[in-house]
């Protein structure tokens, strides 16, 4: 069984950055494509951010486009979120998710990933 487990998350000001890590424990993860979404108070859950099974597509919401990075390590089964310029509109529970087919491609469809991580929160403050 998958599992993930999200870290990274914490209180910053606008125009910070903050990188989240999402650990996963079983090497499934490196056959599958990655996702962080995002949820705040309110609102459904959204896409921010996937990477392909292999690294070599990655895909953003227009809203963090040019200002987040998504990146993998397949030798620690580790899925990064580097956030800059961060927003109040950033503000959210962020999620870790893997895809539920193996060697797929981007996706930015919550109904593709299976598996979830518990969440981080960030906290952006103006």
């Known amino acids: 069984q998958v599992q993930l487990v999200e870290s990274g998350g914490g209180l910053v000001q606008a125009g910070d950055s903050l990188r989240l890590s999402c650990a996963a424990s079983d090497a499934v993860f490196r056959v599958r494509a990655m996702g962080w979404f995002r949820q705040s108070l309110g609102k459904e859950r959204e896409f921010v951010a996937s990477?392909?099974?292999?690294?070599?597509?990655?895909s953003y919401a227009d809203s963090v486009k040019g200002r987040f990075t998504i990146s993998r390590d397949g030798a620690k089964n580790t899925v990064y979120l580097q956030m800059t310029e961060l927003k109040p509109e950033d503000t959210a529970i962020y999620y870790c998710a893997a895809q539920r087919r193996t060697f797929g491609g981007t996706s930015n469809s919550l109904n593709e990933f299976d598996y979830w991580g518990q969440g981080t929160q960030v906290t952006v403050s103006s």
């Open positions: 990477i392909s099974w292999n690294g070599a597509m990655q």
